[in-house]
Protein backbone atom coordinates (compact mmCIF):
# COMPACT_ATOMS: atom_id res chain seq x y z
CA UNK A 1 0.00 0.00 0.00
CA UNK A 2 3.20 1.92 0.34
CA UNK A 3 2.20 5.81 0.89
CA UNK A 4 -1.72 5.84 -0.05
CA UNK A 5 -3.44 7.52 3.32
CA UNK A 6 -5.23 4.62 5.26
CA UNK A 7 -8.22 7.50 5.30
CA UNK A 8 -9.04 6.11 1.62
CA UNK A 9 -9.08 2.89 2.12
CA UNK A 10 -12.38 0.66 2.15
CA UNK A 11 -13.51 -1.76 4.99
CA UNK A 12 -13.29 -5.19 2.98
CA UNK A 13 -17.37 -5.87 2.60
CA UNK A 14 -17.33 -2.23 0.44
CA UNK A 15 -14.35 -2.57 -1.76
CA UNK A 16 -15.16 -3.25 -5.45
CA UNK A 17 -14.83 -6.65 -6.71
CA UNK A 18 -12.46 -7.43 -9.65
CA UNK A 19 -15.15 -9.60 -11.50
CA UNK A 20 -17.88 -7.31 -11.90
CA UNK A 21 -20.74 -8.24 -13.48
CA UNK A 22 -21.17 -6.77 -16.65
CA UNK A 23 -23.46 -9.15 -18.36
CA UNK A 24 -27.43 -6.81 -18.28
CA UNK A 25 -27.30 -3.35 -17.89
CA UNK A 26 -29.48 -0.70 -17.17
CA UNK A 27 -32.52 0.11 -19.01
CA UNK A 28 -31.66 2.59 -22.30
CA UNK A 29 -34.49 4.34 -22.93
CA UNK A 30 -34.80 7.17 -26.28
CA UNK A 31 -36.35 10.39 -26.10
CA UNK A 32 -36.99 10.82 -29.39
CA UNK A 33 -40.53 11.34 -29.72
CA UNK A 34 -40.33 14.34 -26.95
CA UNK A 35 -37.35 15.98 -27.90
CA UNK A 36 -38.18 15.57 -31.84
CA UNK A 37 -41.93 15.54 -31.55
CA UNK A 38 -42.94 14.38 -35.23
CA UNK A 39 -46.35 15.22 -36.32
CA UNK A 40 -46.59 11.94 -38.76
CA UNK A 41 -46.37 9.76 -35.96
CA UNK A 42 -49.24 9.10 -33.35
CA UNK A 43 -47.83 10.94 -30.28
CA UNK A 44 -50.50 10.34 -27.75
CA UNK A 45 -49.24 6.40 -28.14
CA UNK A 46 -46.14 6.40 -28.62
CA UNK A 47 -45.56 8.55 -25.30
CA UNK A 48 -47.87 6.43 -23.37
CA UNK A 49 -44.87 3.21 -24.51
CA UNK A 50 -42.19 5.65 -23.09
CA UNK A 51 -44.23 6.73 -19.83
CA UNK A 52 -44.63 2.95 -19.50
CA UNK A 53 -41.18 2.45 -20.34
CA UNK A 54 -39.84 4.96 -17.83
CA UNK A 55 -42.08 3.82 -14.98
CA UNK A 56 -40.65 0.91 -15.40
CA UNK A 57 -37.66 1.70 -14.84
CA UNK A 58 -37.99 3.74 -11.97
CA UNK A 59 -39.44 1.18 -10.61
CA UNK A 60 -37.40 -1.85 -11.15
CA UNK A 61 -34.08 -0.11 -11.27
CA UNK A 62 -34.08 3.17 -10.24
CA UNK A 63 -31.33 4.01 -13.08
CA UNK A 64 -31.47 4.37 -16.49
CA UNK A 65 -29.92 6.29 -19.11
CA UNK A 66 -31.47 8.24 -22.62
CA UNK A 67 -30.46 9.09 -25.63
CA UNK A 68 -31.86 11.11 -27.92
CA UNK A 69 -32.35 13.54 -25.33
CA UNK A 70 -32.11 16.64 -27.35
CA UNK A 71 -29.32 18.48 -25.42
CA UNK A 72 -26.86 19.57 -28.10
CA UNK A 73 -23.14 18.12 -28.14
CA UNK A 74 -21.62 21.03 -28.12
CA UNK A 75 -22.89 22.36 -25.15
CA UNK A 76 -21.48 18.63 -23.40
CA UNK A 77 -18.31 18.68 -25.15
CA UNK A 78 -18.09 22.68 -24.01
CA UNK A 79 -18.08 21.58 -20.10
CA UNK A 80 -16.10 18.61 -20.44
CA UNK A 81 -13.21 20.50 -21.71
CA UNK A 82 -13.40 23.37 -19.13
CA UNK A 83 -13.37 20.69 -16.49
CA UNK A 84 -10.12 19.02 -17.54
CA UNK A 85 -8.48 22.54 -18.13
CA UNK A 86 -9.38 23.51 -14.92
CA UNK A 87 -8.26 20.63 -12.97
CA UNK A 88 -4.72 20.23 -14.77
CA UNK A 89 -3.87 23.57 -13.41
CA UNK A 90 -1.85 23.39 -10.19
CA UNK A 91 -3.15 22.48 -6.98
CA UNK A 92 -2.15 26.30 -5.84
CA UNK A 93 -4.55 27.65 -8.83
CA UNK A 94 -7.41 25.67 -7.91
CA UNK A 95 -7.18 26.48 -4.46
CA UNK A 96 -8.06 30.36 -5.25
CA UNK A 97 -11.51 29.01 -5.23
CA UNK A 98 -11.66 26.28 -2.45
CA UNK A 99 -15.08 25.72 -0.50
CA UNK A 100 -14.63 26.85 2.84
CA UNK A 101 -17.59 26.75 5.69
CA UNK A 102 -18.56 29.95 4.59
CA UNK A 103 -18.08 29.73 0.87
CA UNK A 104 -19.83 26.09 0.74
CA UNK A 105 -19.16 26.35 -3.51
CA UNK A 106 -16.49 25.98 -5.25
CA UNK A 107 -13.28 23.38 -5.43
CA UNK A 108 -12.35 20.70 -3.03
CA UNK A 109 -10.29 17.34 -2.66
CA UNK A 110 -11.60 15.78 0.64
CA UNK A 111 -14.73 14.62 0.54
CA UNK A 112 -15.93 12.14 2.31
CA UNK A 113 -18.25 9.41 2.05
CA UNK A 114 -19.67 7.57 5.14
CA UNK A 115 -16.79 8.22 6.83
CA UNK A 116 -13.56 6.93 3.76
CA UNK A 117 -12.46 9.73 1.91
CA UNK A 118 -12.95 9.83 -1.70
CA UNK A 119 -10.76 9.35 -4.78
CA UNK A 120 -11.75 12.23 -6.61
CA UNK A 121 -11.24 16.34 -6.54
CA UNK A 122 -14.35 18.60 -7.64
CA UNK A 123 -16.01 21.84 -8.44
CA UNK A 124 -19.64 22.59 -7.09
CA UNK A 125 -21.81 25.13 -8.49
CA UNK A 126 -25.18 26.09 -7.95
CA UNK A 127 -27.49 26.42 -10.73
CA UNK A 128 -29.55 29.39 -9.80
CA UNK A 129 -26.67 31.99 -8.73
CA UNK A 130 -27.11 32.75 -5.59
CA UNK A 131 -29.01 30.40 -3.97
CA UNK A 132 -31.53 31.01 -1.36
CA UNK A 133 -31.04 28.54 1.83
CA UNK A 134 -31.61 28.40 5.68
CA UNK A 135 -28.66 30.13 6.99
CA UNK A 136 -28.32 27.93 9.94
CA UNK A 137 -29.28 24.08 10.37
CA UNK A 138 -31.11 24.54 13.66
CA UNK A 139 -34.59 23.96 13.35
CA UNK A 140 -36.20 27.04 15.07
CA UNK A 141 -33.29 29.34 13.41
CA UNK A 142 -35.67 30.73 10.90
CA UNK A 143 -32.67 33.18 9.45
CA UNK A 144 -31.72 32.56 5.82
CA UNK A 145 -28.56 33.09 3.76
CA UNK A 146 -26.86 33.11 0.61
CA UNK A 147 -24.67 30.72 -1.07
CA UNK A 148 -22.63 31.92 -4.62
CA UNK A 149 -20.75 30.48 -6.77
CA UNK A 150 -16.54 31.06 -6.93
CA UNK A 151 -15.67 31.27 -10.41
CA UNK A 152 -12.04 30.13 -11.41
CA UNK A 153 -10.02 32.55 -13.43
CA UNK A 154 -9.40 29.77 -15.72
CA UNK A 155 -10.69 28.73 -18.15
CA UNK A 156 -12.21 32.08 -19.03
CA UNK A 157 -14.97 31.05 -20.36
CA UNK A 158 -15.46 28.72 -17.20
CA UNK A 159 -18.89 30.37 -16.17
CA UNK A 160 -20.29 31.05 -19.52
CA UNK A 161 -19.95 27.06 -20.39
CA UNK A 162 -21.46 25.94 -17.34
CA UNK A 163 -24.16 28.21 -17.10
CA UNK A 164 -24.87 27.19 -20.99
CA UNK A 165 -24.57 23.30 -19.88
CA UNK A 166 -27.34 24.25 -16.68
CA UNK A 167 -30.03 25.50 -18.67
CA UNK A 168 -29.90 22.07 -20.88
CA UNK A 169 -29.92 19.92 -17.90
CA UNK A 170 -33.22 21.87 -16.53
CA UNK A 171 -35.01 21.42 -19.83
CA UNK A 172 -34.19 17.76 -19.75
CA UNK A 173 -34.83 17.38 -16.04
CA UNK A 174 -38.15 19.20 -16.28
CA UNK A 175 -38.91 16.74 -19.08
CA UNK A 176 -37.71 13.91 -17.21
CA UNK A 177 -39.79 15.28 -14.28
CA UNK A 178 -42.77 15.51 -16.47
CA UNK A 179 -42.57 11.72 -17.70
CA UNK A 180 -41.87 10.75 -13.90
CA UNK A 181 -45.35 12.82 -12.81
CA UNK A 182 -47.02 10.88 -16.06
CA UNK A 183 -45.80 7.21 -14.64
CA UNK A 184 -47.37 7.88 -11.23
CA UNK A 185 -50.64 8.61 -13.02
CA UNK A 186 -49.89 12.12 -11.64
CA UNK A 187 -50.62 15.23 -14.57
CA UNK A 188 -47.49 16.07 -16.19
CA UNK A 189 -46.90 19.76 -14.20
CA UNK A 190 -47.36 17.99 -10.97
CA UNK A 191 -43.66 18.36 -10.23
CA UNK A 192 -43.07 21.79 -11.87
CA UNK A 193 -43.56 24.24 -8.82
CA UNK A 194 -41.15 22.80 -6.69
CA UNK A 195 -38.45 23.73 -8.83
CA UNK A 196 -39.54 27.20 -9.24
CA UNK A 197 -36.79 28.54 -6.79
CA UNK A 198 -34.04 25.87 -6.37
CA UNK A 199 -31.17 24.33 -5.06
CA UNK A 200 -29.66 22.48 -8.33
CA UNK A 201 -26.48 22.25 -8.53
CA UNK A 202 -23.23 20.93 -10.97
CA UNK A 203 -20.75 19.17 -9.94
CA UNK A 204 -17.52 18.39 -11.94
CA UNK A 205 -15.77 15.44 -10.79
CA UNK A 206 -12.37 14.20 -11.25
CA UNK A 207 -11.02 10.74 -10.18
CA UNK A 208 -7.31 10.56 -10.96
CA UNK A 209 -5.77 6.81 -11.57
CA UNK A 210 -5.15 5.32 -8.16
CA UNK A 211 -2.13 3.37 -7.25
CA UNK A 212 -5.18 1.27 -5.00
CA UNK A 213 -8.03 0.74 -6.83
CA UNK A 214 -9.02 -2.94 -5.38
CA UNK A 215 -9.14 -0.96 -1.76
CA UNK A 216 -10.28 2.42 -2.28
CA UNK A 217 -13.18 4.24 -4.40
CA UNK A 218 -14.00 7.54 -6.41
CA UNK A 219 -16.93 7.89 -4.85
CA UNK A 220 -18.41 5.13 -1.65
CA UNK A 221 -21.30 3.25 -1.77
CA UNK A 222 -24.38 6.06 -1.25
CA UNK A 223 -27.83 7.33 -2.47
CA UNK A 224 -28.47 10.81 -3.89
CA UNK A 225 -30.55 13.38 -1.62
CA UNK A 226 -31.84 15.71 -3.86
CA UNK A 227 -34.99 14.79 -6.33
CA UNK A 228 -33.32 13.30 -9.90
CA UNK A 229 -29.93 12.57 -10.74
CA UNK A 230 -28.48 13.57 -15.05
CA UNK A 231 -25.05 12.14 -14.68
CA UNK A 232 -22.89 12.69 -17.58
CA UNK A 233 -19.66 9.87 -17.57
CA UNK A 234 -16.38 9.55 -19.74
CA UNK A 235 -15.76 6.92 -22.09
CA UNK A 236 -13.72 5.20 -19.01
CA UNK A 237 -16.23 3.89 -16.77
CA UNK A 238 -16.30 3.95 -13.44
CA UNK A 239 -20.03 3.58 -11.78
CA UNK A 240 -21.67 1.10 -10.39
CA UNK A 241 -25.11 0.67 -9.00
CA UNK A 242 -26.84 -2.07 -7.21
CA UNK A 243 -29.18 -3.87 -8.94
CA UNK A 244 -33.00 -4.08 -6.84
CA UNK A 245 -33.40 -7.73 -7.51
CA UNK A 246 -30.41 -9.12 -5.90
CA UNK A 247 -27.80 -6.35 -4.71
CA UNK A 248 -25.40 -6.99 -6.44
CA UNK A 249 -22.86 -4.14 -8.19
CA UNK A 250 -23.70 -3.49 -12.08
CA UNK A 251 -20.78 -1.82 -13.86
CA UNK A 252 -22.96 0.59 -16.94
CA UNK A 253 -21.23 0.37 -19.46
CA UNK A 254 -20.27 4.27 -20.81
CA UNK A 255 -23.29 4.93 -23.93
CA UNK A 256 -21.26 7.76 -26.03
CA UNK A 257 -23.27 10.59 -25.49
CA UNK A 258 -26.32 9.19 -23.21
CA UNK A 259 -26.91 10.13 -20.04
CA UNK A 260 -27.21 7.84 -16.98
CA UNK A 261 -30.88 9.39 -14.49
CA UNK A 262 -31.50 8.43 -11.34
CA UNK A 263 -34.04 8.58 -8.50
CA UNK A 264 -33.07 10.65 -5.46
CA UNK A 265 -34.54 10.09 -2.08
CA UNK A 266 -36.95 13.45 -2.73
CA UNK A 267 -38.70 11.35 -5.51
CA UNK A 268 -38.77 8.26 -3.27
CA UNK A 269 -40.46 10.24 -0.48
CA UNK A 270 -42.66 12.26 -2.92
CA UNK A 271 -43.86 8.17 -4.25
CA UNK A 272 -43.95 6.82 -1.16
CA UNK A 273 -41.82 4.38 -1.73
CA UNK A 274 -43.10 3.49 -5.12
CA UNK A 275 -39.73 4.22 -7.02
CA UNK A 276 -37.17 4.08 -4.93
CA UNK A 277 -33.16 5.78 -4.70
CA UNK A 278 -30.66 3.63 -5.59
CA UNK A 279 -27.16 2.60 -3.96
CA UNK A 280 -24.38 3.45 -6.78
CA UNK A 281 -20.75 4.41 -6.11
CA UNK A 282 -17.20 4.90 -8.79
CA UNK A 283 -14.70 3.01 -9.53
CA UNK A 284 -11.19 3.85 -10.06
CA UNK A 285 -8.80 2.73 -11.69
CA UNK A 286 -4.35 2.48 -11.93
CA UNK A 287 -4.57 3.35 -15.60
CA UNK A 288 -6.62 6.00 -16.59
CA UNK A 289 -8.35 9.09 -14.81
CA UNK A 290 -12.46 9.64 -15.28
CA UNK A 291 -14.26 12.78 -15.75
CA UNK A 292 -18.13 12.85 -14.85
CA UNK A 293 -20.95 15.56 -14.26
CA UNK A 294 -23.97 15.04 -12.52
CA UNK A 295 -26.26 17.17 -12.25
CA UNK A 296 -28.47 17.24 -9.11
CA UNK A 297 -32.31 18.59 -9.10
CA UNK A 298 -33.16 19.87 -5.94
CA UNK A 299 -36.53 21.73 -5.18
CA UNK A 300 -37.03 25.01 -3.32
CA UNK A 301 -35.35 25.34 0.10
CA UNK A 302 -39.14 25.95 2.21
CA UNK A 303 -39.97 22.44 -0.24
CA UNK A 304 -41.46 20.48 2.98
CA UNK A 305 -41.24 17.15 1.18
CA UNK A 306 -43.65 14.63 2.05
CA UNK A 307 -45.60 12.08 0.25
CA UNK A 308 -48.08 13.36 -2.68
CA UNK A 309 -51.64 13.68 -0.96
CA UNK A 310 -52.58 11.80 -4.62
CA UNK A 311 -50.92 9.06 -4.28
CA UNK A 312 -51.87 8.28 -0.50
CA UNK A 313 -54.71 6.49 1.21
CA UNK A 314 -56.28 3.67 3.86
CA UNK A 315 -54.22 0.74 1.92
CA UNK A 316 -51.17 2.52 1.30
CA UNK A 317 -50.30 5.41 4.19
CA UNK A 318 -48.06 8.06 4.27
CA UNK A 319 -44.70 6.37 4.94
CA UNK A 320 -42.90 9.47 6.16
CA UNK A 321 -43.43 12.10 7.69
CA UNK A 322 -42.67 15.87 6.25
CA UNK A 323 -39.24 17.45 6.43
CA UNK A 324 -37.85 20.39 5.05
CA UNK A 325 -35.55 20.53 2.41
CA UNK A 326 -33.07 23.26 3.36
CA UNK A 327 -32.92 22.22 6.41
CA UNK A 328 -31.74 18.86 5.27
CA UNK A 329 -29.35 20.24 2.74
CA UNK A 330 -28.12 22.53 5.50
CA UNK A 331 -27.71 19.74 7.98
CA UNK A 332 -26.10 17.54 5.13
CA UNK A 333 -23.37 20.31 3.66
CA UNK A 334 -22.28 21.11 7.51
CA UNK A 335 -21.37 17.23 8.41
CA UNK A 336 -19.76 16.67 4.71
CA UNK A 337 -17.64 19.84 6.11
CA UNK A 338 -16.76 18.90 9.31
CA UNK A 339 -16.44 14.98 9.35
CA UNK A 340 -18.68 14.90 12.44
CA UNK A 341 -18.54 11.33 14.06
CA UNK A 342 -22.55 10.92 13.74
CA UNK A 343 -24.23 9.49 10.33
CA UNK A 344 -25.21 11.83 7.51
CA UNK A 345 -28.75 13.27 7.88
CA UNK A 346 -31.01 10.59 5.64
CA UNK A 347 -34.37 9.89 4.55
CA UNK A 348 -34.93 7.25 6.82
CA UNK A 349 -34.65 9.13 9.57
CA UNK A 350 -38.27 10.35 8.75
CA UNK A 351 -39.69 7.04 8.04
CA UNK A 352 -42.80 6.47 10.09
CA UNK A 353 -42.75 3.20 11.68
CA UNK A 354 -45.17 0.35 10.08
CA UNK A 355 -47.20 0.05 12.97
CA UNK A 356 -47.64 3.84 13.01
CA UNK A 357 -48.74 4.44 9.65
CA UNK A 358 -52.32 3.80 9.33
CA UNK A 359 -53.05 4.97 12.97
CA UNK A 360 -51.55 8.49 11.34
CA UNK A 361 -53.55 8.27 8.72
CA UNK A 362 -56.88 7.35 10.13
CA UNK A 363 -56.41 10.27 13.00
CA UNK A 364 -55.58 12.90 10.00
CA UNK A 365 -59.13 11.10 8.11
CA UNK A 366 -61.25 11.59 11.19
CA UNK A 367 -59.64 15.11 12.28
CA UNK A 368 -60.50 15.98 8.29
CA UNK A 369 -64.32 14.86 8.39
C1 LIG B 1 -22.23 11.45 -7.45
C2 LIG B 1 -22.02 10.17 -8.15
C3 LIG B 1 -20.95 8.92 -9.90
C4 LIG B 1 -19.94 9.08 -10.96
O1 LIG B 1 -21.42 12.38 -7.67
O2 LIG B 1 -23.20 11.52 -6.65
O3 LIG B 1 -22.70 9.23 -7.84
O4 LIG B 1 -19.91 8.19 -11.82
N1 LIG B 1 -21.12 10.11 -9.13
O5 LIG B 1 -19.19 10.04 -10.96
NI1 LIG C 1 -24.40 9.85 -6.65
Known sequence: MGEVDPAFIQAQEHRPKPDFTKAEGIPLIDLSI?????????????????????????????????????????????????????????????????RTEEKVLGYYDTEH???????????????????VVPASYKPDDEELTRWFNQWPEYPADMREVCEDYAKEMEKLGYKLMELIALSLGLPD?????????????????????????????GVGRHKDAFALTILAQDDVGGLEVKRKTDGEWLWVKPTPNAYII??????????????????????????????SIPYFLGP?????VQPLEELINQQNPAKYRPYNWGKFLVTRKRSNFQKLDVENIQIRHFKIPESEQAEKLDRALSIKQ
Open 300 to 304: AHHTN
Open 34 to 98: ISFPNSNLDNDQALGGLVEEIGDACKNWGFFQVINHGVPLAKRQNIEKASRMFFYQPLEEKRKVR
Open 113 to 131: TKNVRDWKEVFDLNVQDPT
Open 262 to 291: NIGDIIQVWSNDTYESVEHRAMVNSGRERF
Open 189 to 217: DRFHGFFKEQTSFIRLNHYPPCPVPDLAL
